[in-house]
Structure formats: C-alpha cells, structure tokens
C-alpha cells in the first residue's frame, strides 16, 4: 500500500511539472506600459524576469484593488488559503522599475465533480516589494492583480487561461464578502480576442481590456 501510494505521488509530481512546463509559452500583441498619476506598469505579468517583453507573458492584469490597499489587505480580502506557482510583474512607482513575485491564492470549482483533477480560480497580486503596495493620487494605495483558470492542473490535459471569466469570478466573490466592486471600470488596453478567445497550446486567451476596481477601506 505504502509502495502504491509513493508511486502516485511521484506519478502526480511528474504530471504537475509536465503541466507547468507545457503551460508556460505566452505571447500577445496587446503588452504594453499604462501611465497613471506619474507611475508606469506593464498590463499584463510575465513568465519570468528574463524581460519584460510580448512573448514572455503569463496574464493580463485584470483588477486593481485600491483606496488603502497593500497585497496582504488584498488576499485578506480574497480570503483564500491554498497558494500556486510564482510569476512576475514589471512596474514603476515613481521610485524606479522594480520586478515583484507571487504565488497568488486559489479556490476549487465549486462543486467540481472530480476534485482530484484540481481545478481552479486564481489570482496574482502585484506591488513594489519594499512598501507591499503602488501609491498614485488617482487610486490611493493600490495593488494589481491577474486573475485566470487551471483546469486539470497537474495533468497531462492541463488547460489555463480564461482570464475574462476568472475575473467575473473573483468580482463576485470579493462583492459577497463586502467589498465596493466596479467591474471593467478601467482601460488597461490588454484585450486579447475578446470576445470569441483563441488558443494557444493549452493556453485560452480571453480578456475584454478592461480592469475592475476593487477598494479596499
């Protein structure tokens, strides 16, 4: 029994390397740099810290908490406890470029008929590493996040993306727990073929461009 159970183990292991490996080659023609109240940040998150570049993307940025935000005030908020594998960002908070890193926090379907195939909401969240958090005279104390789906992550049929849909998904949630939500409030000019998707090895790219605010008391 103590043999069979070792061996899925390392059989699991195997299947979720082979699904971070196959599910890391991103690129978009909508990556660029938005400039608000003197700061500058990419819309969207990268693979690594390699560069900041069109081919070396993970998600697009898709809500902005703000008002008196910091990334742990944004996670409470979330109120998630189960974490993923780290990305990075690229921005600039009037201090100079910096890269941040973060795992992110993740919730299983709802109800999902086979959870040992792990599907999930995730989000990423994004400030310079110093202060825990971006400040601008528009937004406040503000943090960025990216939002998408992992649909059998681990697995050989691996599948992630569906950022549109993630982001309605966290909007509600945030909403239910008491937040002020204003979803696709902000353009952040990172659409990508919204609205019919497209795919990209086990990569699905959906996201209308604009970003919801989330405020944070």
């Known amino acids: 029994m103590l043999l069979r159970l070792a061996i899925l183990g390392w059989t699991m ?10 599910g890391q080659a991103g690129s978009t023609s909508t990556f660029t740099t938005i400039s608000v109240g ?29 008002q008196n935000a910091s ?11 189960l974490v993923g594998s780290s990305m990075y960002h690229r921005g600039n908070d009037g ?13 299983q379907f709802d109800g999902a008929s086979q ?11 994004y400030a310079p590493p110093a202060t825990d958090y971006s400040y601008n005279t528009s937004w406040g104390r503000y943090v ?32 239910n727990r008491g937040y002020s939500v204003s979803e696709d409030a902000y353009w952040i000019a990172n659409n990508d073929s919204w609205p019919s ?8 790219y959906l996201n209308n461009g604009y970003a919801t605010f989330v405020s944070i008391p």
Request: net charge negative; proline share 3%; aromatic share 18%.
């Open 197 to 204: 998707g497209r795919w990209a090895s086990n990569h699905y």
């Open 38 to 66: 003197g700061d500058q940040f990419y819309n969207w998150d990268n693979l690594s810290t390699s560069c900041a570049c069109s081919n070396n993307v993970d998600w697009p940025v898709t809500v902005i908490f703000r």
């Open 71 to 81: 990334v742990n005030s944004a996670k409470s908020a979330v109120g998630l406890s």
């Open 13 to 22: 292991a195997l299947f979720f390397t082979l699904g971070l490996a196959t």
């Open 144 to 175: 960025l996040a990216t939002a998408h789906i992992d649909v059998d992550e681990g697995w050989p049929s691996a599948q992630f993306g569906w950022s549109e849909t993630a982001e309605e998904w966290f909007a509600a949630r945030l909403r």
């Open 115 to 125: 959870p040992e195939r792990w599907d999930y909401h995730h989000m990423r969240f």
């Open 95 to 107: 201090a100079g470029w910096f890269w941040d890193s973060d795992s992110g926090l993740k919730a």
